[in-house]
């Protein structure tokens, strides 16, 4: 029969050795993009300092230089471990995905097999393009909401300036990144849910229907 597994029973042992395995893979390939990440740490911050620099101009603020600050002497070298987290996991994400899939893979039938494998693809491009989002358009527009609130003091009124620390920018930027790369997978987890049979047409229709 075509729907039926190829491979093998397999006692527990050989499982547990397998996931080793896949968990070796996966962590030394993490590791390894830490340690490049690491290295290149201040100019991928660099990069994520971008959208800021935008909202700068779009605000009308040429003259003003941007600036951000640290209050505490580790404060910047912790900021540089969570960039070069965040960007390992990002280069590693394939490396990872790819050893899940083959841990999983032995244990689905051929038509399981063929409707896993898009979403694989689907979910990191979907992230990306959730990520780019933030990027080019909403994180550059928040900052430029919160430039809007400066006071170039006189007349009664002190100065009134905005200095991000480090730590919190990255906090932000990550999180917004983060939120938007979840919400772009609600298309997958949703077509995921429908093949399995949790999720229906009707029954969607039905709640959507109860909403208004």
Known sequence: MSGEIEDKPQP???????LRSRLMWAVGAFF?????????????FNVLVQPFKW?????????????LIYTAPQEFFFTQVKVAMFSALVIAFPVIASQVYKFVAPGLYKNERAAFLPFLIASPLLFILGGCLVYFFFTPM???????????????????????????YLSLIMSLIFAFG?????PVITTLLARVGFVTSDGLRK??????
């Open 207 to 212: 709640s959507g229907n109860m909403r208004s």
């Open 142 to 168: 928040v900052m430029w909401f919160f430039l809007a609130m400066q006071q170039d003091g006189g007349e009664g009124q002190v100065s009134i300036q905005l200095l991000p620390k480090v730590s919190e």
């Open 182 to 186: 979840l919400v772009f997978q609600l």
């Open 55 to 67: 909202a700068v101009e779009w605000a009308g603020l040429a003259d003003q230089s941007v600036e």
């Open 32 to 44: 390894v993009a830490f340690l490049v990440s690491f290295y290149f740490a201040k100019g991928i």
């Open 12 to 18: 527990l042992m050989e499982h547990l050795i397998e």
